[in-house]
Every structure is written in C-alpha cells, then in structure tokens.
C-alpha cells in the first residue's frame, strides 16, 4: 500500500533520508559525466571546481541550521574542532568507504555482466575520476597549471589512495621520478587470502597517466611494473614520471 511522507516511522524516515543523500550524489556526478561529454574535459573540470564552491557552502549553511552546529569561514566548527589525530581516522574511514564502493560496483558487475566487463567498466571510470581527482588536489594545493613533476610529488600523496595504502617516491634525474605502491590495501588483502594478484594495469595505465597529465600536461607517465606484471616484494606497481 502507499505511504504518505507523513505516515513514515521513524526508521522509514532515517532510510529515506539515506536514499535521498545517494540520490543526490548520483545526479551531482550524472551531470559532471553528462557536462564533459557536451563540453569537453578540460571545460567541465574548470565548471566542476566552480560549482561545488557554491554548493558546498550552501548545503553546509542549510544543514547547519537544522543540525545546530556552527560555521567559521565556511567550515563546521565541530570537525575543525576534532583532534588531529580523530581527524585523521575520519579521512582514513572515508577513503577506505571511498575504496569499498568501489569494490563493491566491480563485484557486482562481474557477478552479474563478468569479468571482462567489470574490468570495461572500472578502468572506463578511471579515465573520468582520475582528472576529477587531480584537478580537486590541484585546486585544493593552490597548483598552477604547470607545477612540473614537484607539483605532481605533492599531489599524489592526497589522492584518496594516499591516506590507506604506503607508497614512496624514488628519486632519479632532475626530469624524472619514480613512484611506487608498496602496500596496496587491495593487493594486500588478496596475498593475505593466499590469492594472486588482481590485474590492474589497465586501469592504472589510464589512473596514473590521466593523474599526471591533468596536473602538467607536460608530465609523460612510464609502467615499470603492475600486476599481471611479476613484482619485487617492497612494491606491487610502479610508474616513471618525466616531464619534457
């Protein structure tokens, strides 16, 4: 039978409130996929940048009315207000979410479409989040458009990825640099499972090389090594950035 809005209990209204939220995130990012398809990636990562400074602002001015909490320039007195360290669990508890969700979209499409198409699909949505996450880093930085390969370095250790997984930078000629995964969260939880490595050069030969090149276009991404690829033990993947 159909419910009123106003006949929902209290349990009702908690789901509702929480399918309207992933409602929500689904359209922002609908109309970000649907703007870089009319206007091209470069356009749409500018206007993606411009628009959640207004909308941000907004949804926080809206929710902290309802939720009592208060705002100094524009942030939540009661996260700025967290010690570092809660902080910190925070971000780490958001990015391996961010990391779940992801495993669980690629699930479900092998269970349901198979392996070749979970892999289409995940290393196809690399090509979009990948320039989305940079180009959010370099904003947050303060980058310019050409920062050269120490831009990059900085950039890369506040990818999502950055907070859960160890990596490391080698250093090696003025115009170049290696970066390596050493532990990988992923990786780290099949070995221990006693599985072999997921094979995931393809979408991190479109995941690095999308990254750097929207942080310097100038910047040439290199595989030196990624599953199916045979691997050291100190890393699972690695990748030579030069800039020309």
Not at 36 to 58: D, I, N
Not at 108 to 113: G, L
Request: charged content about 25%; glycine content about 4%.
């Amino acid at each position: 039978m159909t419910q009123k809005l106003e006949d929902l209990d209290q349990n009702e209204l908690v789901r509702l409130l929480l399918d309207m939220v992933q409602r929500m995130i689904l359209h922002y990012g609908l109309w970000y996929t649907e703007v870089r398809h009319q206007v091209g990636e470069q356009k749409a990562l500018a206007l993606l940048t411009r628009q959640l400074e207004r909308s941000l602002s907004l949804q926080l001015k809206r929710l902290s009315k309802v939720f009592g909490f208060s705002l100094t320039n524009g942030l939540p007195d009661f996260l700025r207000q967290l010690p570092a360290e809660t902080m910190q669990q925070v971000l780490e508890q958001v990015s391996v979410s961010w990391l779940a969700n992801d495993g669980i979209w690629f699930q479900t499409v092998e269970q349901a479409c198979g392996m070749n198409d979970a892999k289409r699909c995940n290393d196809t949505c690399w090509a979009i989040f990948s320039p989305v996450e940079a180009e959010s880093i370099r904003h947050f930085l303060k980058l310019d458009r050409q920062p050269g390969l120490e831009g990059l370095k900085q950039a890369l250790g506040f990818r999502l990825y950055a907070v859960i997984n160890v990596q490391s930078i080698v250093e090696e000629t003025e115009d170049s640099f290696v970066f390596q995964m050493n532990e990988c969260r992923v990786q780290a939880a099949r070995k221990r499972k006693g599985l072999e490595d997921y094979p995931c050069k393809s979408a991190g030969l479109v995941e690095y090389a999308y990254f750097a090149r929207t942080i310097d276009p100038r910047i040439k991404t290199e595989c030196i090594g990624c599953p199916p690829d045979d691997h050291p033990e100190e890393w699972f993947c690695a990748w030579r950035f030069t800039v020309e």
